[in-house]
């Protein structure tokens, strides 16, 4: 097979991989919230179908390099991904999870920041705001622009640190899991685990929705290291109606046509917060 054609089908299998993963994981979790709290996403069928359309093309974006570099992996050795587990000490198998989490939370907490910049805010994460509430089917909804800064990390990352293939499975399970958790408009997690010791410094739900309440500060994304040291940390939010309403809103009586609506002043709100 003629090399660019072999690059292109492992591009193409690529994008079927993460918009499958994407499909399933927020279907999944989609399930999950109409178990769990009934009626949560009533009114928000048209938001839910742009969120899929979205996410869709941010998993083209995202599949073409993962999949030229593990054609580049596979037939000519590029990356610092290793198979054999006696290459590196057993310990450094989790600390290399440790060191890629760290990196993509780095990259996501500036370039998230970044983006809400009134320029840039206006022209690309606009996109992702426009989910008002957001939902388990948000996690890639991105414009293109903000969909390409986060379809780089990982692809550059294993070209830096190595890493297992194993441990770099985890890595993308923790960012799937994670990416479609935070924005589900409900917490998933047990109570000691987000207002306990780790809550402090780990992200979940509860913390992103401040963010997509109030459309600044808590840029994190796995932990809250940089929101803390850079003081951009608001703390967490709330999911009841009577702490969102009228803040951008993310409960039930935002929805309808203020879903659409409220896109519109997205730019107004970034000038006057960012």
Known sequence: MPILLAVVFSALAMIAIVGTRYLLVSGAFAAATRLRHPGLYT?????????????????????????????????????????????????????????YLFAHDTWFYWTHRW???PKWFKRAHAV????????????????????????????????????????????????????????????????FIWAGALGEWVITASHHQRHHTEYRGNYGLYFRFWDRLCGTDRGLGSFTADAQRGTGGSIHAAVGGRADAGRADDGRRANRLA
């Open 43 to 99: 009114g928000l069928g048209k938001q839910i179908r742009r969120e899929i359309g979205w996410s869709l093309a941010s998993a083209a974006i995202y599949g073409i390099p993962a999949g030229v570099i593990a054609w580049g992996w596979a037939n000519r050795g590029w990356t610092a991904i290793y198979t054999d587990l006696a290459a590196w000490p057993l310990w450094y198998w989790p600390l290399s999870i440790f060191l």
């Open 115 to 117: 983006m809400h910049q």
């Open 128 to 191: 992702h705001h426009a989910s008002r509430p957001p939902t388990a089917w948000a996690a890639m909804a991105f414009h293109p622009i903000e969909a390409l800064t986060g379809a780089i990390v990982i692809p550059l990352l294993v070209f830096v640190i190595p890493i297992h293939v194993g441990a770099l499975v985890v890595v993308l399970s923790v960012m799937t899991v994670m990416g479609v958790t935070n924005h589900m408009g409900w917490e998933i997690f047990p109570r």
